[in-house]
């Protein structure tokens, strides 16, 4: 028995239904995705089959699926004064600001400003199991320690712990220093900074109790 062929071209139609099928390719060259098996990230893969740039030959990071699929665009973005005043204090991290939490940027990450006086410490080492952080130096000097050495952070400098890794930060310079932090995804750390700086004002919790409080934030010391 024949195959049937279109009447306006004469090609298989049982092929033209396989392609029309096929799923679409998204990769760096056509983010809104395609069927064409000529795609440069097609013709080049890493060991483990995951696609490669042709003209970098580096792993392709392609862009999320769309979450605003409307038109002609929202106006909602949220701005926040540098004058805005400092949400609490506590000592390990001096005072911090919530420019971004997570329940303002939906989920999607966190980010802190964290203004330390000369006087003051910070965290002992630990590792978070759920979210990264990073460190982005603003003004004086701060050690941050990345799971091997304590390094002199200085403005400027950049510190990305994924998850997992192990971290502190400390302030001993004896000069005020300034820092962001950044948690990606966007956990509810407020609650973490406002308990923590209750605590240090006199609030006591037992053994049980901080387990689970730490156990909650997801703070895992070493």
């Known amino acids: 028995m024949s ?24 990769c760096l060259w056509h983010p809104r995705g395609h069927d064409d098996s ?21 792993l392709i990071v392609s862009y999320p699926e769309p979450v605003y699929r409307g038109e002609p665009g929202l106006t909602n973005a949220t701005l926040r004064r540098a004058e805005h005043e400092p949400e609490i204090r506590y000592p390990s991290c001096g005072v911090p600001h919530y420019p971004a939490t997570g329940a ?21 080492p630990h590792f978070h199991r ?9 003004s004086g000097t701060i050690r941050l320690y990345d799971g091997r050495d304590w390094i002199d952070g200085r403005p400027g400098d950049f510190l990305f712990v994924p998850e997992g890794g192990i971290h502190a930060f400390r302030n001993e310079s004896g000069q005020p220093a ?10 509810p750390r407020e609650e973490y900074f406002e308990t923590t700086a209750r605590l240090s004002h006199g609030l006591v919790l037992s053994d049980e109790e901080k387990a689970a409080f730490y156990l909650r934030h997801d703070t895992y010391w070493r």
């Open 104 to 124: 303002s940027t939906n989920g999607q990450f966190g980010l802190y400003r964290c203004e330390m006086a000369a006087t003051q410490s910070g965290p002992e």
């Open 38 to 58: 000529d795609c440069p990230s097609r013709r080049l893969r890493a060991d483990d089959g995951r696609r490669l740039s042709c003209a970098a030959g580096r």
């Open 130 to 138: 759920t979210i990264s952080e990073s460190f982005f130096v603003l």
């Open 178 to 187: 300034a820092m962001l932090i950044l948690f990606a995804a966007g956990a």
């Open 3 to 26: 195959t049937p062929t279109s009447p306006s071209t004469g090609t298989s139609s049982t092929r033209s239904e396989t392609t029309s099928s096929r799923p679409r390719h998204r």
